[in-house]
């Protein structure tokens, strides 16, 4: 159980284009996600916390209008990252909490995105 | 404020134990998380420690002590394959804090 599933795992794409990536929670509802950002060999970054129904709440120095969140559903949250540019290269890795399991709070990772923009 | 502090790189050998050490300072703890993540791989979880004392789960192995703020991983019986980055993750209030990870390197 707690599979937590991340669509695409790999993109290319050209600066000033915008790139969406999903998080699905396969066999859980989780009414809160998490998306990360990892630069290569450094920690993972919070970026803002998803909530089912609402507005993400967004970390200190990250632009909510270039990286768009959305949650429309108990399974599924997306981040769009707005006209990419070459410093937005990184691995995104998206987490859930499961709803069911809210006492023990164990976040749940998807396998990641990897990023480039050229 | 959140301040965390693990050894950037360990070298154990097959077959033997090693101890990765975790300290840190989190406002408003309530719980801290170990995760292994492979290069180029999402993190795993691993254990999770609320209360003070030792949680056995197998080979592995975690120990928290709040007063100290202090936490640390234990791996016993070392396979090739626990060759990856040891990742201590404190929670203060809803969010996990990822420290810098602890590389592990195993060897023959």
């Known amino acids: 159980g707690a599979v937590v599933s991340q669509h695409p795992s790999r993109v290319i794409c050209k600066s000033g284009t915008s790139v969406k990536i999903e998080c699905r929670s396969l066999?859980?509802?989780?009414?809160?996600m998490f998306w990360y950002r990892q630069f290569p060999k450094q920690s993972l970054m919070l970026m803002a916390t998803?909530?089912?129904?609402?507005?993400?709440?967004?970390e200190q120095g990250v632009e909510k209008d270039k990286f768009l969140i959305n949650h429309a559903s108990l399974t599924l949250s997306t981040l769009t990252v707005t006209s990419a540019h070459p410093e937005d290269s990184s691995f995104y890795i998206c987490?859930?909490?499961?709803?069911?399991?809210?006492?023990?709070?164990?976040?749940?990772f998807g396998p990641g995105t990897r990023l480039t923009v050229l | 404020g959140q301040n965390i502090d693990q050894p950037t790189e360990m070298t154990a050998t097959e077959g033997a134990i090693v101890q990765i050490n975790c300290t840190y300072q989190?406002?408003?703890?309530?719980?801290l998380f170990w995760y292994q993540q492979h290069a180029g791989e999402a993190p795993t979880f691993l254990s999770y420690?609320?209360?003070?004392g030792l949680e056995e789960k197998g080979r592995f192995s975690s120990f928290l002590s709040r007063s100290k703020g202090y936490s640390y991983l234990l791996l016993k019986e070392l396979q090739m394959k626990d060759s990856a980055s040891y990742l201590c993750?404190?929670?203060?209030?809803?969010?996990?804090?990822f420290g810098t990870g602890t590389q592990l390197k195993v060897e023959l």
């Open positions: 987490s859930a909490r499961d709803k069911d399991r809210e006492g023990s709070d164990t976040q749940y």
């Open positions: 998803s909530n089912e129904g609402s507005k993400a709440t967004y």
């Open positions: 420690n609320v209360l003070d």
């Open positions: 989190t406002s408003g703890f309530n719980g």
């Open positions: 993750a404190p929670r203060g209030g809803n969010k996990l804090t």
């Open positions: 066999d859980f509802q989780a009414t809160t």
